[in-house]
């Protein structure tokens, strides 16, 4: 199971919110490039990088922050936030990043994401379900989409998605364990899918049981950043 620690972006810096609440906000560093290359050097691979600036503007504003984490370290960087358009895709990709997440927009406009599945490949767009008792939460989780979670899944893997990242909302920022039971259901029902937790990782034994549960990868942000798992911890989980 892949590790991906998340960096929050806020005006440029690294930060963390609680359940998505901008108004529940904790800065960690004023330089994301020294997080990621703690990561790498540790042997950390991949990393989650979310613009909320972004993601409030409605399209990417920390681009230059992606540009230098990209050509910076060797990390292979997902990015998420504010991605809305084909022009903001584009950008994205051209700043480096290797993937990008498909959020909001994957429920409000699947036509335009199935052509970016389409044009760009099943690497380079990774769907995001914001999930609140199965049903997808859009708009920075502040709103209910109407659709339910297994039947949004399977649309988009009828087009050739690969990859997921799953965040029960109800867990982000908690600490209090991930998903579990769902992640299972989601597997039971879909074993082809390159499922990645996001929400609720509160110490090191919950990455054990994700990996037993099946997921593809685990994205860690405040218990590592909280010092419940240490660097070394995620580094020897890594190998």
């Given amino acids: 199971m892949k590790i991906i620690p998340a960096i929050d972006v806020i005006s440029g810096k690294a930060v963390r919110l609680t359940k998505g609440d901008y108004n529940q906000k904790k800065e960690y560093s004023d330089s994301p490039l020294e997080v990621a ?25 920390n681009l230059e922050v ?4 990209s050509s910076k370290t060797r990390l292979r960087v997902d990015f998420g936030g504010g991605v809305k ?14 993937q990008v997440t ?9 036509e335009m994401v199935f052509s970016w599945l389409k044009h760009y490949g099943a690497e380079k767009v990774i769907l995001g379900a914001d999930v609140v008792d199965e049903k997808i ?3 920075g ?16 893997l009828a087009k050739g998605v690969t990859y997921c990242i799953c ?34 990782v509160a110490e ?21 950043y909280e010092g419940r798992i240490s660097l070394d911890e995620l580094a020897a989980f890594n190998k």
């Avoid at 290359?37 to 613009?51: K, N, S, W």
């Avoid at 992606?66 to 984490?69: C, G, P, S, Y």
């Avoid at 090191?204 to 590592?224: C, Q, S």
């Fill in 204 to 224: 090191l034994n919950d990455l054990y049981e994700l990996r037993e549960a099946g997921l593809y990868g685990a994205i860690v942000g405040k218990a590592y």
């Fill in 137 to 139: 939460a859009i708009s």
């Fill in 66 to 69: 992606l540009e230098v984490l």
């Fill in 85 to 98: 358009s084909s022009e903001s895709l584009e950008a994205v990709l051209k700043a480096g990043a290797q």
């Fill in 141 to 156: 989780w502040q709103e209910d989409s109407g659709l339910d979670l297994f039947p949004f899944l399977e649309q988009y």
């Fill in 167 to 200: 965040t029960d909302v109800s867990k982000d920022g908690m600490l209090q364990g991930p998903s579990i039971e769902l992640y299972k259901k989601i597997i039971k029902e879909f074993p082809q899918l390159k499922l990645i937790a996001s929400g609720g």
């Fill in 102 to 110: 498909a959020g909001s927009i994957a429920a409000k406009d699947p």
């Fill in 37 to 61: 290359q703690r990561f790498e050097q540790a042997g950390i691979t991949h990393l989650h990088l979310v613009d909320l600036d972004g993601a409030k503007a409605q399209k990417p504003q």
